[in-house]
T-cell receptor, first 115, second 109 residues
């Protein structure tokens, strides 16, 4: 596609429920990233996929968070047993390579609210 | 752990004023990028700097990478209301970008 597409754009869920967030990157981009952003703050790295390599999961805050990338394209971030502190905007980005030199193209994010 | 510190965190100025945003680290980065983010949208890449001492200009915006590649600055000349937004610096850290906490800029007409 022309840009990075994320769905849903907004999600309100009850504490304890599981949620799935979807990211459709730019076609041909080998690298895909998930970040989390609290209100007006910088971006917190969560997880990074590069081609067929094992993902870099070093930013996942707990074992309630997991992500997969199917067929080197679409990615899903899953949060199990959501907590109120999980409320944030979840941003997905893709890049031509994993070096950072080409810059990231971000989606518009999914605003998650846990009530 | 690589960290990027941005200053100031908030900046409110009048149209026509000049401003500088700083991005500092104790770590060396192979490249550094600046992004601008508007409410409800993802960050959009403004520039990438790679070489120590490099200066890049984008209309009224001037970006500089420190000689030691540990810091960067963004200077805006004659700010306009359309420059309002969250400015983020990001350093290339082992395969993923490390972001600063951002500078929230408000330019009032």
């Amino acid at each position: 596609g022309a840009g990075v597409s994320q769905s849903p754009s907004n999600k309100v869920t009850e504490k304890g429920k599981d949620v799935e967030l979807r990211c459709d990157p730019i076609s041909g981009h080998t690298a895909l990233y998930w970040y989390r952003q609290s209100l007006g703050q910088g971006l917190e790295f969560l997880i990074y996929f590069q081609g067929n390599s094992a993902p870099d999961k070093s930013g996942l805050p707990s074992d309630r968070f997991s992500a997969e990338r199917t067929g080197g394209s679409v990615s899903t971030l899953t949060i199990q047993r959501t907590q109120q502190e999980d409320s944030a905007v979840y941003l997905c980005a893709s890049s031509q390579s994993g070096t950072g030199l080409y810059g990231y193209t971000f989606g518009s994010g999914t605003r998650l609210t846990v009530v | 752990t690589q960290l990027l510190e941005q200053s100031p965190q908030f900046l409110s100025i009048q149209e026509g004023e000049n401003l500088t945003v700083y991005c500092n680290s104790s770590s060396v980065f192979s490249s550094l990028q600046w992004y601008r983010q508007e409410p409800g949208e993802g960050p959009v890449l403004l520039v990438t700097v790679v070489t120590g001492g490099e200066v890049k200009k984008l209309k009224r915006l001037t970006f500089q990478f420190g000689d030691a590649r540990k810091d960067s600055s963004l200077h805006i000349t004659a700010a306009q209301p359309g420059d309002t937004g969250l400015y983020l610096c990001a350093g290339d850290g082992t395969g993923k970008l490390i972001f600063g906490q951002g500078t929230e800029l408000s330019v009032k007409p």
